[in-house]
C-alpha cells in the first residue's frame, strides 16, 4: 500500500501544473507588443531627427553661396552712382552761357544825341513826316528828350520810359537813332525763338534779327534793331497799349493790333494786316499784304500794295475773300472783329 501512497503525491503535483494557467494570465505579456511600438516608434522619431538634422546641414552651404554672390552684385552697384555726377557737371554748364545778355543793351546820352544830329537832315526829308497821320520831324523836341537821360540807359527803358507820353512821330525818329547806332554793332546777331509772349510791363530788345518760327503775342514793348521775321501771327492787344519797333522789314503772315507798330523800312504779311482802335497808331513806311483792314485807326502809311484794303468794319463777303469761302465769318457775342478769331484758327 506503500506504493499508493508514493503515488498520490505525484498527483498533488499535477495540480502544480494546473499553476501553470495562473501563468497564462501573465500571457499579457503579449502587451509587449503593444510596448515594442512605441518602442518601434522611438526609433522612428529618432531616424525624423536624425534627417531634420542632416537637412539644414544641406542648406547652410546653400544658404551660403548665395550670400556671396549677393556680395559680387552688390560691388559694381555702388561703383555706377559713383560715375555718374561726372557727365552731369557739364550739363549744368551749358546754361551758363548768356546770349540774353544781348537783349540788354545799352545807350548814351551823348551818343544819343550825337547820332540824331548825323542823321537828321535824312529824317527832315522823309516823306513820312509828312504824312496826315504823323507829325514833322522835329530835333531839337526828341534831343531834350535825350538830355533827361541820366549818362546811359537801355533801350528797353528808352522806349517804355523816356519816350513815353509823346507822340508816336518821337518814338518812331527814337527809333531811326538807335538803329543807326546799333548798324554796325559787334553785338548784332540772329536770334531764333519757337514763340514770343510778352505780357504787360515785360520789354525785349534784340541788336541784330529776330526770327520766330510760331506766333507773337505781344502786350508789351518788343524792339528789334534790324529785321523781325515771324513765320505766325503778330497780335497786339484789342484795346491797349503795346510797341514792336523793328529798324528794319517785318515780315509776318498776318498782323492784328489796337498798339504801335513802328517799322523803319517795310512792313510784309502774306495775308492780312489788321489795325484796331484809335488810342494808339502806327507807322509804316511801306506795307504790303493781300489784305488791308483798319478799323478806326489812323495810321501814317507810307506806299501801300495789296488786293483788298478795306477802311471800317468787313462784311461777310469780304472776311471770306480773306480768309476763304469756308471760314466761320459770323460775328460772335464776344467778338468784337472776327479777325483776330480767324487769323488764330
Do not use: C
Not at 84 to 110: D, S
Not at 154 to 176: C, K, N, P
Not at 192 to 217: F, H, M, N, Y
Amino acid at each position: 500500500m506503500s506504493p499508493e501512497t508514493k503515488l498520490r503525491p505525484r498527483r498533488i503535483r499535477s495540480p502544480g501544473v494546473k499553476k501553470k494557467p495562473a501563468k497564462k494570465p501573465a500571457k499579457p505579456a503579449t502587451k509587449k507588443p503593444a510596448a515594442k511600438k512605441p518602442a518601434a516608434k522611438k526609433p522612428a522619431a529618432k531616424k525624423s531627427a536624425a534627417k531634420k538634422a542632416a537637412k539644414p546641414a544641406a542648406k547652410k552651404p546653400a544658404a551660403k553661396k548665395p550670400a556671396a554672390k549677393k556680395l559680387a552684385a552688390k560691388k559694381p552697384a555702388v561703383k555706377k552712382p559713383a560715375k555718374k555726377p561726372a557727365p552731369r557737371k557739364p550739363a549744368t554748364k551749358q546754361p551758363a552761357a548768356k546770349p540774353e545778355v544781348l537783349h540788354v543793351p545799352y545807350v548814351g546820352r551823348e551818343e544819343l544825341i550825337a547820332t540824331l544830329a548825323r542823321i537828321a537832315p535824312r529824317l527832315a526829308a522823309d516823306p513820312i513826316y509828312a504824312n496826315e497821320s504823323n507829325a514833322p520831324f522835329d530835333a531839337a523836341e526828341l534831343e531834350r528828350y535825350f538830355e533827361t537821360i541820366d549818362g546811359r540807359t537801355t533801350v528797353a527803358h528808352l522806349f517804355s520810359e523816356t519816350l513815353q507820353g509823346m507822340i508816336q512821330s518821337v518814338r518812331y525818329s527814337g527809333l531811326l537813332v538807335v538803329r543807326e547806332i546799333f548798324r554796325d554793332d559787334k553785338q548784332a546777331m540772329l536770334t531764333t525763338k519757337p514763340a514770343l509772349v510778352l505780357r504787360l510791363g515785360q520789354s525785349l530788345v534784340v541788336v541784330g534779327d529776330l526770327v520766330v518760327e510760331g506766333d507773337v503775342e505781344n502786350d508789351g514793348i518788343l524792339v528789334v534793331t534790324g529785321d523781325l521775321t515771324i513765320r505766325g501771327a503778330y497780335l497786339g492787344p484789342t484795346f491797349d497799349y503795346s510797341l514792336v519797333a523793328v529798324g528794319g522789314t517785318m515780315s509776318v503772315g498776318d498782323v492784328s493790333s489796337s498798339g504801335e507798330i513802328l517799322v523803319g523800312d517795310r512792313l510784309e504779311a502774306r495775308r492780312v494786316v489788321h489795325l484796331l482802335y484809335n488810342d494808339y497808331s502806327s507807322i509804316l513806311p511801306s506795307v504790303k499784304a493781300q489784305a488791308l483792314v483798319i478799323e478806326d485807326n489812323f495810321p501814317a502809311l507810307g506806299t501801300v500794295e495789296t488786293e483788298l484794303r478795306i477802311d471800317g468794319t468787313p462784311t461777310a463777303e469780304q472776311l471770306r475773300a480773306i480768309f476763304g469761302a469756308n471760314a466761320a465769318v459770323e460775328r460772335e457775342d464776344d467778338d468784337d472783329s472776327p479777325i483776330r478769331r480767324l487769323i488764330r484758327s
